[in-house]
């Protein structure tokens, strides 16, 4: 009899969940499949600011991993990926051990943590990995309930997560006074349409979260913000959710990388390595670049699970061709959302109902 393949995939983000629903419907014989995940649930960003907001529970924006995995026939190891020895063709586990494998796919995500800035890993939380964020969000919550702490927030990076996530706290703080800064290096909101740049910063300052742009923060303390100007901005809570990093440990796999990110060709497939793809945020895709978004990383997931099995069985590969742009639902706080995509940006309660029933059709096929 001969020894199964090994086919592991790394990370628990939105394309390998598909792909293992899929797997669930359609195994492949003779393949042994490995999720290797420091978490047995992984977050769905798309309603990260409805639980923000207090419009949905924290465990329905969670994707059961274990519970795939059982449904798939795959292993789940609850580990990190920290390095890859590609000649040898081997994962090196947070744990120490290392886990060989035939074909490996990289679905790690980013971070949006800023390490290089003074105070920041002690003090800050990140957007990015989300979980933690929930977590940290959850108790903070607690403490300015209490009274322990006051209900001051500093967001750094006013992107749509920035500007998104920041609406949602004012409005889940609405009745506490709370002061929410936003605090952007450059101008804000500089990936979206005109008109619905000035939407956005109507509602954010409808909801008083005061917006700061050029301003540069040069240290985090237990207090709040430093910026370069000297001003000092009290916070209790500093968020996070300036731009998108990519893992260090990527650097040190031989990989062709593209500012940091996994470079992969049509197939999905690493430029220079034909055993390992690279899907979602943590890829970049050389033929057709796009920005980071969940669309992406989910409208990959049948083109990869069938080059997955064409890998491993030997058949033709299918390529991936992204959409040029999607449709952005911002979710502005208080169960209303605005769409920018085309010239004229639409907002309402109706746009709210249609982003909360594409979440909730997303997330219904896990739980078959
Ligand atoms: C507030 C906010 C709102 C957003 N809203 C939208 C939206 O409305 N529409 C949209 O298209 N996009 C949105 N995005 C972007 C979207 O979240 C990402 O593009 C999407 O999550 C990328 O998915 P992914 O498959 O790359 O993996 P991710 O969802 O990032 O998951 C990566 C997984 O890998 C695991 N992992 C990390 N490192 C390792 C390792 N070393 N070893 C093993 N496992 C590891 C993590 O635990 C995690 O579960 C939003 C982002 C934010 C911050």
């Given at each position: 009899?001969?020894?199964?393949?090994e086919?592991?995939l790394v990370?628990?983000?939105?394309?390998?969940?598909?792909v293992?629903?899929g797997?669930a419907?359609d195994?492949?014989?003779?393949v042994?499949?490995?999720?290797?995940?420091?978490?047995?649930?992984?977050?769905?960003?798309g309603?990260?600011?409805?639980?923000?907001?207090g419009h949905y529970p924290?465990d329905?924006?969670?994707?059961?991993?274990?519970?795939?995995?059982?449904?798939a026939?795959?292993?789940?190891?609850?580990a990190?990926v920290?390095?890859?020895d590609r000649?040898?063709?081997?994962l090196?586990?947070?744990?120490g051990t290392a886990?060989?494998?035939?074909i490996?796919a990289l679905?790690?995500?980013i971070?949006?943590?800023?390490?290089?800035?003074p105070?920041?890993?002690e003090h800050a939380?990140?957007?990015?990995?989300?979980g933690n964020y929930?977590?940290?969000w959850?108790a903070w919550r607690a403490?300015?309930a209490?009274?322990?702490?006051s209900?001051?927030?500093?967001?750094?990076?006013?992107?749509?997560?920035g500007?998104e996530?920041a609406l949602a706290?004012?409005?889940?703080?609405?009745?506490l006074?709370?002061e929410?800064?936003v605090?952007e290096a450059?101008?804000?909101?500089?990936?979206?349409g005109?008109?619905?740049?000035?939407r956005?910063l109507?509602?954010?300052?409808h909801a008083?979260v005061r917006?700061l742009e050029?301003?540069?923060?040069t240290e985090?303390?237990?207090?709040?913000?430093?910026?370069q100007?000297?001003?000092?901005?009290?916070a209790?809570?500093?968020l996070?959710a300036?731009?998108?990093?990519?893992q260090?440990?990527l650097?040190?796999?031989?990989?062709?990388l593209?500012?940091?990110?996994?470079?992969?060709?049509?197939t999905?497939?690493?430029v220079?390595?034909?055993?390992i793809f690279?899907?979602g945020?943590?890829a970049?895709?050389?033929?057709a670049?796009r920005?980071?978004?969940?669309?992406?990383a989910?409208?990959?997931a049948?083109?990869l699970?069938?080059?997955?099995?064409?890998?491993?069985?030997?058949?033709?590969m299918?390529?991936?061709?992204?959409q040029?742009?999607y449709?952005k639902?911002?979710?502005l706080?208080?169960?209303?959302?605005l769409a920018?995509k085309?010239?004229?940006?639409?907002?309402g309660?109706?746009?709210?109902w249609?982003?909360?029933?594409?979440?909730?059709r997303?997330?219904a096929?896990?739980?078959a």
């Amino acid at each position: 009899m001969t020894a199964a393949q090994e086919l592991v995939l790394v990370g628990g983000g939105h394309t390998h969940a598909l792909v293992l629903e899929g797997w669930a419907r359609d195994r492949l014989p003779g393949v042994a499949l490995t999720l290797v995940t420091p978490e047995p649930t992984a977050p769905y960003t798309g309603m990260l600011p409805g639980f923000i907001a207090g419009h949905y529970p924290r465990d329905t924006l969670e994707i059961d991993l274990a519970h795939l995995c059982e449904r798939a026939g795959a292993r789940l190891l609850r580990a990190r990926v920290t390095g890859l020895d590609r000649a040898a063709r081997r994962l090196h586990l947070s744990d120490g051990t290392a886990l060989p494998y035939d074909i490996a796919a990289l679905d790690v995500g980013i971070t949006s943590d800023l390490p290089q800035l003074p105070g920041y890993t002690e003090h800050a939380v990140s957007a990015k990995p989300l979980g933690n964020y929930a977590r940290r969000w959850e108790a903070w919550r607690a403490h300015v309930a209490a009274g322990a702490v006051s209900p001051r927030i500093a967001v750094i990076g006013g992107g749509v997560a920035g500007v998104e996530l920041a609406l949602a706290m004012a409005h889940r703080l609405r009745d506490l006074g709370a002061e929410i800064t936003v605090i952007e290096a450059q101008r804000m909101l500089p990936n979206i349409g005109a008109r619905a740049r000035k939407r956005l910063l109507a509602h954010l300052d409808h909801a008083r979260v005061r917006c700061l742009e050029q301003a540069e923060v040069t240290e985090i303390s237990p207090d709040g913000v430093s910026l370069q100007d000297g001003t000092q901005i009290a916070a209790s809570l500093v968020l996070g959710a300036a731009g998108s990093r990519p893992q260090d440990w990527l650097r040190d796999t031989g990989l062709h990388l593209t500012d940091g990110f996994v470079t992969v060709g049509p197939t999905l497939q690493a430029v220079q390595d034909a055993a390992i793809f690279a899907v979602g945020d943590c890829a970049h895709m050389a033929h057709a670049p796009r920005p980071k978004a969940g669309v992406y990383a989910v409208r990959q997931a049948p083109v990869l699970q069938a080059n997955l099995r064409a890998a491993l069985t030997g058949g033709p590969m299918r390529r991936y061709t992204p959409q040029r742009d999607y449709l952005k639902l911002i979710s502005l706080g208080d169960r209303r959302a605005l769409a920018d995509k085309w010239a004229l940006p639409l907002e309402g309660r109706w746009l709210w109902w249609l982003k909360d029933r594409i979440d909730a059709r997303f997330m219904a096929q896990f739980r078959a």
